[in-house]
């Protein structure tokens, strides 16, 4: 099989606060993992593409000093939302992909519930 | 650039009748992927079935079969004998294979209510 974790599934926080998600490969290395926002009712919309041991890509109109990401191991990614304010509040989910091709399949994490008070 | 279209906000389906949600797509690259995934209540994302862009036989997966036509740019995923567990939200997504990231794009979603 192929797992993908993700913690924690649901955070509460204050505005102003960071708060960080992190997303794991529990059965395969992840060269690549994905992180996607995704709002009530709505898509889900890529925010980054993160690679081990390099920068994170950040798709257009992501602000990547808000949402930094690091990816330290074949296993693990993280997404830190810095200074959160109540429009940061949604579904963020990642994804691992399962080999170094682009044709190789992504596997995506249960995802984590941000709400900022 | 790329894009996928579900032109269909919400679709309705009495229980055991099949159902076919719409998606079609653009884009300039010969090889890429298409895929149908489930989104119930709770959020997780369930990978339902994949179509290659040169598999020349419709991808079939147990009820899920997606009905591919190339030069329609079309990829329907057809739902055989509905479920009340099957009532969810379905994004189609395409794969891109430019520049080797192998990103998903999303379609809009489909929102599905199986009645009993």
């Known amino acids: 099989g192929a797992v993908v974790s993700q913690h924690p599934s649901r955070v509460i926080c204050k505005s102003g606060t960071s708060v960080k998600i992190e997303c794991r490969s529990l059965?395969?290395?992840?060269?690549?993992m994905f992180w996607y926002r995704q709002f009530p009712k709505q898509s889900l919309m890529l925010m980054a593409t993160s690679n081990e041991g390099s920068k994170a890509t950040y798709e257009q109109g992501v602000e990547k000093d808000k949402f930094l990401i690091n990816h330290a191991s074949l296993t693990l990614s993280t997404l830190t939302v810095t200074s959160a304010h109540p429009e940061d509040s949604s579904f963020y989910i990642c994804s691992a992909r399962k080999g170094g091709w682009a044709s190789d399949r992504q596997y995506f994490g249960p995802g984590t519930r941000l709400t900022v008070t | 650039a790329q894009k996928i279209t579900q032109t269909q906000p919400g679709m309705f389906v009495q229980e055991k009748e099949a159902v076919t949600l719409d998606c079609t797509y653009d884009t300039s690259d010969q090889s890429y992927g298409l895929f149908w995934y489930k989104q119930p209540s709770s959020g997780e994302m369930i990978f339902l079935i994949y179509?290659?862009?040169?598999?020349?036989q419709n991808a079939t997966e147990g009820r899920y079969s997606l009905n591919f036509q190339k030069a329609r740019k079309s990829a329907n995923l057809v739902i055989s004998a509905s479920q009340l567990g099957d009532s969810a939200m379905y994004f189609c997504a395409m794969r891109e294979i430019t520049g080797n990231t192998g990103k998903l794009i999303f379609g809009q979603g489909t929102t599905l209510q199986v009645k009993p």
């Open positions: 179509q290659g862009s040169y598999d020349e």
């Open positions: 059965d395969f290395q992840a060269t690549t």
